[in-house]
């Protein structure tokens, strides 16, 4: 049973746009949100993240939105560059534990900046 | 600086073998998570380290285990290889334990179980 979970497998944007990439998440213990982006023969690169106490944390072109009372989360991206042609994955965590249970990942979005 | 650093970087066994994945982490870092990445899914966490200690274990079997080193390097030990097994090992490395601590990934180990 995924607890978080993007429905993209993969998304299309023009350059210049804006990119929006979903994630829903069902564990109601996750009060951590983390965005990572990845490129082929490498390993996931930290993006951006936010604490369930906020509902938006932005930088630069990143911004991230959480909607905690429908367990969504979404990543903008403006305006988006070819750069951005990677995998992104959207990871939560349960502090409950301490943090022993790691992050839990979604299967990721592969995100096309079209020229 | 250096980053999180992975070796070897593939490796190819048969089933039953035994194989042993290394991992050294960005200078000042004390925990050391491993994750498996199966092609068309996201990271799975397998394991995480804390100052030498074991602090949590994914849903893994017995088959997987891990230590890490008084200089923080570690490695993730796999038993009996089966053919599912084959996927992308990575290597986190982080401050803290605590889940807030940034985790900064390796490049991971490719791992072709025949």
């Known amino acids: 049973d995924q607890q978080v979970k993007q429905n993209s497998p993969s998304l299309s944007v023009q350059e210049g746009r804006i990119s929006i990439l979903n994630c829903d998440y069902t564990n109601s213990m996750f009060d951590y949100f983390l965005w990572y982006k990845k490129y082929p023969a490498e390993g996931p690169t930290f993006l951006i993240s936010i604490s369930s106490i906020k509902d938006k944390n932005e930088d630069g072109r990143f911004t991230v939105f959480l909607n905690k009372s429908a367990k969504h989360l979404s990543l903008h991206i403006v305006p988006s560059q070819p750069g951005d042609s990677a995998v992104y994955f959207c990871?939560?965590?349960?502090?409950?534990?301490?943090?022993?249970?790691?992050?839990?990942f979604g299967k990721g979005t592969h995100l096309i900046i079209q020229p | 600086d250096a980053g999180v650093t992975q070796s070897p970087t593939h490796l190819i066994k048969t089933r039953g073998q035994h194989v042993t994945l290394r991992c050294s982490p960005i200078s000042g870092h004390k925990s050391v998570s491993w994750y498996q990445q199966v092609l068309g899914q996201g990271p799975q966490f397998i394991f995480q380290y804390y100052e030498k200690e074991e602090r949590g274990r994914g849903n893994f079997p017995d088959r997987f285990s891990a230590r890490q080193f008084p200089n923080y390097s570690s490695e993730l030990n796999v038993n009996a290889l089966l053919l599912g097994d084959s996927a992308l090992y990575l290597c986190a490395s982080s401050l803290g334990a605590v889940p807030y601590n940034e985790q900064f990934f390796g490049p991971g180990t490719r791992l072709t179980v025949l």
């Open positions: 990871a939560a965590s349960d502090p409950s534990g301490g943090g022993a249970d790691g992050l839990t």
